[in-house]
């Protein structure tokens, strides 16, 4: 085993930003929790051990530690472990020299009573990176946890160059294997996807909407596996260790099938479900021959979902035989026994045996039937794993396939030579026999047996609904309908851009056989592009598409009161309609009615003497009802009521809120013998 000293490298956190992003119920919601405790509330952790290894912000004292007193739990849980305390040795208490912030923020993702995923561990284990590297993972020390959380990351360098990159995966893909550990680690906060972010055995963590690797790997794998919610992998990172280590103990609880335990504990299992139970967002797609989005990998985390295909069952494959190596693997049109449910996975051995002394390919078929439902066609998402093995430069290379039983034709398929993880997803599949296979290709080969893990779900599919319209109803609502024709959704959900191609995000999703909705969030003279799908679960239907520009204020503003959005006759900006002196365009920036004669409208003026450094100044205050959109508010300065003049040498900016405008003159009142004040609206 290779120790590698500190010499050797230098760690740094993902991204240090002065300002943490503390978990919200909002993250929680998105990556499927509170669906989970809604069915599993007693999936809390409770008998988990669970870790995390962080980078140091400053050295003279290491300041690597989250206080406790944060996170709801007892003190006595936290183990703090680093150079001066190594592990495996008497636990060195919290100690607030050593605190850090980076550290506190990813721990209330992690394991905290009302912001974690995990709220009852049986004990939190606080690594330092460095001592970590040496004392742990170098010298193969086994920890008590089999759930790792590692947010930061190796920054390479001249001192750290790729082959001690490669020596550092190794390193951790060996332990994996040695002591079946599963690291969840962040991938970095730029492009790079530096170690061991790039480990072959670990599962690695981007982000949504912030930038992350999205690069392949030196030898051209595809990182990370999952993102996860938030805005920095840092702090994305914890949500799926978390769910990890619930998996975990609904393993040993046998959720997954009654003496599944061992099999369901196996940390390839627990990866290969969090990957498969993974949402694909709005715009998710893949470069031809890749199985994973460049940046989002499988999807977005949904601990819920990975668990009801944890539920779903061991599956044993159908068929498991030996072909002639290179041969293609189609299934035999004949089938014994059909896997039992449409959710589920298995854990197996694949074994490149002889065939009249010849190795072959080894090849596990999966036969399932979709029953003919109302909504007609399924998706899939299917996903296999398998670990490098110890000290191996390369892998064994499985492939992946599914099949239309009856003809033989692949339907979908995901063969990389080079990654450890291959899945499959494939939607519109219609009713029918399909066939889920594994091949190990004997002439491709690191060893004759592999071990790997499989997760699939094969879900309804909803029918798109039809006729999507958006209208606009006034300056800050649009009306959304459209039919539905479906009858097996749970609900509709609807996404808004203000961009036709990019930045969808979710507005809202309603109840099934509701056909209707008025955005009431707009703003004024905006295009707003809506998406529409039919939702079973998470399973969504193809996107309908609408668009609505919501009006003008000032043209909804004449439409409701002079009934002509359009700027003439009584509704012109120059008019006043009630006589009261004040023009529409005034009465419409002040807030005032501009049907009712008023001497001084709702939008009052108010001069004050305010004294600065003993010297006098006057100040103009304005009250408005709201910030009016589309038009500009100027005071100008005149001496002879003639010349007006505006800007920095006439009055100073003292506030501009939504309900006040306040000003001051920018000479002491000592030095001016007369001034006059004006407000000028102008339409932008």
């Not at 982000?207 to 690069?215: E, G, H, I, K, R």
Request: charged letters at 20%.
């Amino acid at each position: 085993m290779c120790v590698l000293g500190k010499q050797l490298l230098w760690l740094s956190c993902l991204m240090l930003v002065l300002f943490p992003q503390w978990t919200s119920a909002g993250e929680l919601d998105e990556m499927g929790y509170s669906e989970l405790m809604a069915r599993q509330p007693a999936l809390d952790g409770s008998g988990e051990t669970v870790a995390m290894v962080e980078a140091m912000l400053s050295t003279d004292p290491p300041t690597y530690q989250p206080n406790p007193a944060s996170t709801g739990l007892t003190t006595e849980l936290f183990k703090y472990y680093d150079d001066d305390n190594p592990y495996p040795g008497v636990n060195d208490g919290y100690n607030s020299a050593k605190y850090s912030w980076h550290a506190n923020a990813v721990v209330q993702a992690y394991c905290d009573t009302s912001t974690g995923v995990v709220k009852n561990p049986a004990s939190v284990e606080v690594f330092e990176a460095n001592s970590f590297i040496n004392s742990v993972v170098g010298n193969g020390t086994a920890i008590n946890s089999s759930v790792v959380n590692q947010s930061f990351i190796f920054t390479l360098s001249e001192q750290l160059p790729q082959t001690t990159s490669d020596a550092i995966n190794s390193v951790y893909d060996n332990y994996t294997l040695n002591h079946d550990i599963l690291f969840v680690s962040g991938v970095d906060n730029n492009s790079a996807t530096p170690a061991s972010a790039e480990s072959y055995n670990g599962l690695h963590v981007g982000v949504l909407t912030a930038t992350s690797s999205n690069q392949l790997t030196v030898d051209g794998r595809l990182k990370p596996e999952i993102i996860s919610p938030g805005d920095r992998t840092s702090y994305a990172t914890p949500y799926a260790s978390g769910s990890a280590a619930l998996l975990m103990q609904a393993a040993k609880l046998n959720h997954g099938g009654e003496g599944t335990s061992a099999d369901a504990q196996q940390t390839v299992v627990v990866k290969t479900l969090l990957v498969n139970g993974a949402v694909k967002p709005d715009g998710w797609s893949r470069l031809a021959g890749e199985s994973l989005a460049r940046k989002w990998g499988a999807g977005m985390l949904d601990v819920n979902r990975s668990h009801l295909q944890l539920q779903g069952g061991q599956q044993a494959a159908s068929v498991a035989e030996l072909i002639t190596a290179g041969s293609a693997p189609v299934p035999a049109p004949e089938v014994g026994v059909r896997v039992a449910s449409l959710v589920g996975w298995n854990y197996a051995t694949l074994s490149n045996d002889r065939v009249l002394g010849i190795r072959g390919d080894s090849v596990h078929h999966y036969y399932f039937t979709l029953p003919d439902v109302a909504s007609a066609n399924y998706q899939l998402t299917s996903s296999i794993s398998w670990n490098r093995l110890a000290n191996d430069t390369g892998i064994n290379n499985l492939d992946f396939y599914l099949y239309e039983r009856s003809s033989g034709n692949v339907v979908a398929s995901s063969t990389s030579s080079v990654d450890n993880l291959e899945h499959i997803y494939q939607r519109d599949l219609p009713a029918g026999d399909y066939v889920l296979t594994v091949t190990k290709l004997a002439n491709d080969r690191e060893s004759v047996s592999q071990d790997y893990a499989l997760a699939y779900a094969f879900e309804e599919q909803p029918v798109a609904p039809s006729d999507f319209l958006a209208e606009m109803l006034s300056d800050r609502e649009i009306s959304l309908s459209w039919m539905d024709v479906s009858s097996n959704e749970t609900g509709y959900r609807i996404l808004r851009s203000t961009s036709s191609s990019s930045g969808f995000t979710e507005l809202t999703t309603v109840a099934a056989d509701v056909v209707s909705y008025i955005d009431s969030s707009a703003s004024p003279d905006t295009t707003y592009y809506y998406k529409l799908a039919s939702v079973i679960g998470r399973a969504a239907s193809d996107d309908l598409q609408a668009n609505a520009t919501t009006m003008k204020e000032l043209d909804y503003w004449r439409l409701v009161n002079f009934g002509d959005s359009q700027p003439a006759g009584n509704s012109a900006d120059e008019a006043d309609y009630d006589g009261d002196g004040w023009s529409n365009l005034l009465e419409f920036a002040l807030g005032s009615d501009p049907l009712a004669s008023s001497d001084f409208p709702a939008g009052n003026f108010s001069l004050a003497m305010e004294e600065i450094d003993s010297s006098e100044y006057l100040t103009l205050s304005i009250s408005r009802a709201a910030l009016r959109t589309g038009i500009s508010y100027q005071v100008e300065v005149s001496d002879n009521l003639e010349d007006w003049n505006s800007g920095e040498a006439y009055t100073v900016g003292l506030e501009d809120s939504e309900t006040l405008l306040k000003v001051r003159l920018a000479e002491t009142l000592g030095t001016v013998d007369k001034r006059f004040l004006r407000l000028k609206v102008a339409v932008d």
